[in-house]
């Protein structure tokens, strides 16, 4: 068991060292960019914004709920900065990348794997085309360049789920809720977010493209590549949050 994960580790590196190279064509290479951005990031705008949105009201319920049973006095204007900061450092950077883990990664996984079940990797390859810089090279800078977008996205329309929830349920006012999110955070916790978003933007676009890219067999093993695709995806993203917060944080 632990020769096989450190043979995978070694072909995922080597699969790594040939898709991070400059593309034989550029022109080819902007051209799937493009496709990639509007595959794995605009496709993803409604999940985003709808699990935020209920998310966030969901948090600025709960913190209310927790600060009026409090037995301090705790003003309601913290209800607004408490779903900021769990928006900021959690919810949107780590849980949003685990959605999108499920979503984009079983995509990446069964495209690229339906590819080389089909044998068009194999044509790629007898052509003389870099096949893992050509298939996996633009989805990571595409998932690199527009995930920490959804995440900002996500960290908006999450506060505004809250901003819904104090209108709708009476428990804070409007006023409160905005000096809340108006309140100072530090700049290192922006920092950790995004740099989180990067990191886990890197693995959602490699990991399900290592699994797609050595499937061996028919169609029914492109299935279950897909789906240990995005477990192994989330299990990488958890571990490099666990390290990132160590090192950023602590």
């Known amino acids: 068991m632990l020769k096989k994960f450190f043979t995978a580790v070694g072909e995922y590196i080597i699969l790594l060292g040939k898709s991070i190279q400059k593309p034989q064509k550029m022109r080819v290479f902007w051209k799937l960019f493009m496709r990639e951005i509007n595959d794995l990031g605009v496709n993803s705008f409604g999940l985003v914004i709808f699990t935020s949105i209920f998310v966030g009201a969901v948090v600025a319920i709960q913190m209310f709920n927790n600060f009026d049973a409090s037995s301090f006095p705790i003003p309601p204007s913290f209800v607004g900065y408490a779903t900021k900061a769990v928006l900021v450092l959690e919810f949107s950077p780590t849980i949003i990348s685990l959605i999108l883990a499920g979503k984009v990664g079983s995509y990446i996984a069964s495209s690229i794997g339906t590819m080389r079940v089909s044998e068009q990797i194999d044509a790629l390859d007898i052509m003389g085309v870099n096949s893992p810089n050509f298939l996996i090279f633009p989805k990571i800078i595409a ?108």
């Open 143 to 250: 998932c690199i360049i527009f995930n920490p977008l959804l995440i900002a996205i996500s960290i908006v329309f999450g506060i505004g789920g809250g901003y819904i929830a104090g209108i709708l349920t009476g428990n804070w006012t409007t006023n409160d809720y905005i000096i809340g999110i108006q309140m100072y955070m530090p700049n290192l916790f922006i920092y950790y977010a995004f740099t989180k978003t990067i990191v886990f933007a890197f693995i959602i676009a490699t990991v399900p493209s290592y699994f797609g890219y050595n499937v061996k067999g028919g169609s029914l093993e492109v299935g279950r590549a897909s789906t240990q695709a995005v477990v192994w995806t989330m299990v990488f993203i958890i571990l490099s949050e666990l390290l990132l917060t160590q090192l950023i944080l602590s």
